[in-house]
């Protein structure tokens, strides 16, 4: 895994069940990489700086959600949204942007976010938002 | 069918927002109905209408992402543009993942607004050409006899004539002739035509 870094949620699963994976596009702040950290039953690999990257790695078979970090919004996201629901129809994808940027947030649900969720990221927003979306 | 003309229907509790949207609206040569509750606009609400919706968010009463849910219960596809001086970032998405077209904050340019209202327009049009077309194709199925349509479903996938006769125990003439009517019927001119008309009317996943 070249350029991307991984943290690995699954030892607060207790080992007993198989982790799945959350893709994240973007550095990711740390208040975001440390919720990501305590989601019980997955792992997470992060791709700091490369979208297409983030976007071949979605195809693997265990990979349960794409979340794009807040530190992308200066890349064209809504261009890199299209690009992968089309390829990835049915893969959860979680924006994670500015509070006051509503404007950011319905051209990403358009263009194929599955939902927005607003920064910092609570645990529990995460944790239920990826919990609907895997239902 | 001539479609009927299109009209944007407002709904906003403010009566001066009504009257500055209408005016809007209409100098932009819109034809536009403007309701101050969605109770009222839900009474006299006709689906076969085409058109949009321009509906606030926050209004005594039945708020606007209540009104669209209850338009989502009645099967309504009538495109929202949702206006509000008090959005966030949940509210724009519950009203995004509840189907609207869009979700534009006060205050806003005119142009921003009748831009948004022209896209709505267009896809309300390519909808309903596209459930008129869907129809069609239903009507022509409904004509196939059950053996025509256990032909049609076959052949679609991709089966030639030898193994369709050969899943249904019949002759391979046989089939010839019931692949004959099926196109005939459903008025196609081609095997690919056949599949993609299928492909319309197939359920989404």
């Known amino acids: ?135 | 069918m001539k479609d009927l003309p299109q009209t944007v229907f407002v709904v906003d509790d403010d009566d001066a927002v009504r009257d500055s949207l209408r005016l809007l609206l209409k100098s932009a040569g819109l034809s536009c109905e403007s309701y101050a509750s969605g109770p009222e606009f839900l009474t006299a609400y006709d689906p076969s209408q085409p058109g949009c919706l321009v509906l606030d968010v926050r209004m005594p009463g039945m708020s606007g992402l209540e009104m669209q849910h209850e338009l989502n219960l009645r099967g309504a596809t009538i495109p929202v543009i949702f206006i509000t001086g008090h959005g966030d970032i949940p509210m724009a998405v519950e009203a995004m993942q509840h189907g609207a077209f869009d979700f534009l904050q006060k205050p806003f340019r005119d142009q921003e607004l009748l831009d948004r209202v022209q896209r709505a327009l267009a896809r309300d049009t390519e909808y309903r050409a596209r459930l008129r077309h869907t129809d069609r194709i239903r009507e022509r199925l409904a004509t196939l006899s059950p053996r025509e349509r256990e032909v049609l479903d076959l052949v679609t996938q991709g089966k030639a004539n030898k193994m369709v006769a050969g899943d249904l125990g019949v002759s391979q003439r046989t089939v010839e002739i019931h692949r004959a009517h099926v196109m005939q019927k459903m008025e196609a001119g081609s095997l690919a035509e056949l599949v993609r008309m299928m492909m319309a009317v197939a359920p989404r996943p």
Not at chain 1, 35 to 53: H, Q
Not at chain 1, 111 to 121: D, K, Q
């Open chain 1, 1 to 135: 895994m070249v350029g991307s870094q991984e943290i690995d949620g699954s030892a607060a699963n207790g080992g007993t069940q198989r982790t799945r994976t959350i893709v994240v596009a973007g550095q990711s702040s740390n208040r975001t990489r440390e919720v990501l950290r305590t989601l019980r039953g997955f792992s997470t690999v992060i791709w700091p700086k490369s979208l297409e990257a983030a976007l071949e790695w979605t195809g693997a078979a265990d990979v349960a959600c794409l979340v794009i970090a807040d530190d992308l919004r200066e890349e064209p996201v809504d261009e890199f949204l299209r690009e992968a629901r089309e390829l990835h129809r049915n893969l959860p994808i979680f924006v994670i942007t500015d509070p006051d940027d509503v404007a950011e947030a319905v051209s990403a649900m358009r263009n194929g976010a599955t939902a927005v969720i607003e920064i910092p990221p609570s645990y529990a927003a995460l944790r239920e938002e990826i919990a609907r979306a895997l239902q």
